[in-house]
């Protein structure tokens, strides 16, 4: 194995393995090249945690991309027949994107782009930023190489930011926001000419050109950095929120109800997966200042699915009825408050903490949280199969339930203190007549 995979498997949560593992042997199957890509390197190779997983394919990706959806029992989100890029969501919350090599070309700015089928190389040399321009081959022969053609690493090193191309914010206009998202989040300086590529595509006012499915994607990635307030906050400087929304503005920018949430992600437990639905949860705080119209309004300019929006619309109806039973049950064991709320979405449980006033009710979605759940965590699937599980099964699952709610209902053992042998008696010194000398 080399180094670089290592880094890749101690980066990776449980789902995100099961992702790459189903896309790699996917693209064994059909022969074809498969490269990890985009901010997942960018973010491994700088030491953040792994957000997303992009991965791109020397080769037909969309067929490629419903083979792993058969193979994960994946949800594909959108599909791009273009640029053949498919958004996909594992049961388990994971989100990643499988995407064709490609070179694109663009008659005017915000166009849509004439795609062709390319090398890695070749898709590499035509992205965003340098920092997203970084390869890691997956597939059997060159397994762990990696590709930096644009010295990407160099610039992670610099904590700078630069555009591929003197075209790059032409071309593809949602850059711009991209470019002020990472400012944000990364806390990195724009180089010289790249500020300078920014400031003639304002003046060109390109970005009026972004189409509704950039300004989601957008919004989605925000949804997924706990630092969302302070991208949309600069976002609101840079006079660049108006692209989603007028509304977005002032009083109504809803910068309170996203400190909320960046305080409800930090009981999060660390190392433990969870799924949680962050747009959900993004787009309800967008929305409580908005008025019906305004949230209409916002709806339309980004494309936002009916789903979504019914997803938004039941967040509360669905937290009110969590919190009612997490106010009146009587939960005389820990494991009966994890039995109540281990079913529950994890933006449900977000939700009651930004929004409960009810102590209980936030103790004990706390503890469920910060305790319960990682305690639980620790149930290994080796220690249900020694206990007579067979994965698998209704058996199995039943098992581990009940090797759970032994874990998390034991005493506590009390420390044992070790009592000190009684000190020897020691005999006082034998006392001394100091002489006299008499003269």
């Given at each position: 194995?080399s180094?670089?995979?290592?880094?890749?498997?101690?980066?990776?949560?449980?789902?995100?393995?099961k992702?790459?593992?189903?896309?790699r042997?996917?693209?064994?199957q059909?022969?074809?090249n498969?490269?990890?890509?985009?901010?997942?390197?960018?973010?491994?190779?700088g030491?953040?945690?792994?957000?997303d997983?992009?991965?791109?394919v020397?080769?037909p990706?969309?067929?490629?991309a419903?083979?792993?959806?058969?193979k994960l029992?994946?949800?594909?989100t959108?599909?791009?027949?273009?640029r053949?890029?498919?958004?996909?969501?594992?049961?388990?919350?994971?989100?990643?994107?499988?995407?064709?090599?490609r070179q694109?070309?663009?008659?005017?700015?915000?166009?849509?782009?004439?795609v062709?089928?390319?090398?890695?190389?070749?898709?590499l040399?035509?992205?965003?930023?340098?920092?997203?321009a970084?390869?890691?081959?997956?597939?059997?022969?060159?397994?762990?190489?990696?590709l930096?053609?644009?010295?990407?690493l160099?610039?992670?090193?610099?904590?700078?930011l630069?555009?591929?191309?003197?075209y790059?914010?032409f071309?593809d206009?949602?850059r711009?926001l991209?470019?002020?998202?990472?400012r944000?989040?990364l806390?990195?300086a724009?180089?010289?000419?790249?500020?300078?590529?920014?400031?003639?595509?304002?003046?060109?006012?390109?970005?009026?050109?972004?189409?509704?499915p950039?300004?989601?994607?957008?919004?989605?990635?925000?949804a997924?950095?706990?630092?969302a307030?302070?991208?949309?906050?600069?976002?609101?400087?840079?006079?660049?929120?108006?692209?989603?929304s007028?509304?977005?503005?002032?009083?109504?920018?809803n910068?309170?109800?996203l400190?909320?949430?960046?305080?409800a992600?930090?009981s999060?437990?660390?190392?433990?997966h969870l799924?949680v639905?962050f747009?959900v949860?993004?787009?309800?705080?967008?929305?409580?200042?908005l008025?019906?119209?305004?949230?209409g309004?916002l709806?339309?300019?980004?494309?936002?699915?009916?789903?979504d929006?019914?997803?938004?619309?039941?967040l509360?109806?669905?937290a009110?009825?969590?919190?009612?039973?997490l106010?009146?049950?009587k939960?005389?064991?820990?494991?009966a408050?994890?039995?109540?709320?281990r079913?529950?979405?994890?933006d449900?449980l977000?939700?009651?903490?930004?929004?409960?006033?009810?102590?209980?009710v936030?103790?004990?979605t706390?503890?469920?949280l910060q305790?319960?759940?990682?305690?639980?965590?620790?149930?290994?699937?080796?220690q249900?199969i020694?206990?007579g599980?067979k994965p698998?099964?209704?058996?199995?699952?039943?098992?581990?339930?009940?090797?759970i709610?032994?874990?998390?209902?034991?005493r506590?053992k009390?420390?044992?203190?070790?009592e000190?042998?009684?000190?020897?008696?020691?005999?006082?010194?034998?006392?001394?007549?100091?002489?006299?000398?008499?003269?």
């Amino acid at each position: 194995m080399s180094d670089y995979m290592f880094m890749l498997d101690s980066h990776l949560n449980a789902e995100q393995s099961k992702a790459v593992a189903a896309v790699r042997e996917a693209a064994e199957q059909a022969h074809v090249n498969v490269f990890l890509t985009g901010g997942a390197m960018r973010d491994m190779m700088g030491g953040y945690p792994i957000r997303d997983l992009d991965f791109t394919v020397e080769g037909p990706a969309l067929k490629l991309a419903r083979a792993v959806a058969q193979k994960l029992n994946a949800e594909i989100t959108s599909m791009d027949e273009t640029r053949r890029v498919a958004e996909l969501i594992s049961e388990g919350m994971t989100t990643f994107s499988i995407s064709m090599a490609r070179q694109e070309r663009y008659a005017k700015p915000g166009s849509k782009p004439q795609v062709q089928p390319a090398t890695i190389h070749e898709d590499l040399h035509g992205r965003d930023f340098t920092i997203n321009a970084i390869a890691l081959s997956l597939s059997q022969a060159s397994r762990g190489l990696l590709l930096d053609p644009t010295n990407g690493l160099g610039d992670l090193n610099r904590k700078e930011l630069r555009a591929v191309t003197n075209y790059a914010l032409f071309d593809d206009p949602s850059r711009i926001l991209r470019l002020i998202r990472f400012r944000t989040r990364l806390g990195f300086a724009i180089d010289e000419r790249t500020q300078v590529q920014y400031q003639n595509a304002r003046e060109a006012k390109l970005e009026n050109k972004i189409p509704a499915p950039a300004l989601q994607y957008e919004l989605r990635q925000m949804a997924l950095d706990p630092l969302a307030g302070e991208i949309l906050k600069a976002l609101e400087e840079e006079n660049l929120l108006v692209v989603f929304s007028p509304a977005l503005s002032g009083a109504k920018l809803n910068l309170a109800g996203l400190q909320r949430l960046q305080k409800a992600r930090q009981s999060l437990p660390a190392g433990v997966h969870l799924s949680v639905n962050f747009f959900v949860l993004f787009l309800h705080t967008l929305f409580e200042k908005l008025t019906p119209r305004e949230r209409g309004q916002l709806a339309q300019n980004i494309g936002l699915q009916k789903r979504d929006l019914d997803a938004v619309q039941r967040l509360e109806a669905k937290a009110s009825k969590v919190e009612k039973q997490l106010a009146t049950a009587k939960l005389q064991r820990p494991s009966a408050l994890y039995a109540l709320l281990r079913n529950v979405p994890g933006d449900v449980l977000l939700f009651l903490l930004m929004h409960s006033s009810q102590r209980l009710v936030l103790d004990r979605t706390r503890n469920y949280l910060q305790k319960y759940l990682p305690a639980a965590q620790e149930i290994t699937e080796q220690q249900v199969i020694e206990h007579g599980g067979k994965p698998g099964t209704p058996k199995f699952n039943k098992i581990r339930e009940e090797l759970i709610a032994a874990r998390l209902d034991a005493r506590p053992k009390k420390p044992v203190i070790q009592e000190e042998p009684p000190a020897l008696a020691v005999p006082p010194p034998p006392s001394r007549r100091i002489p006299s000398f008499s003269r």
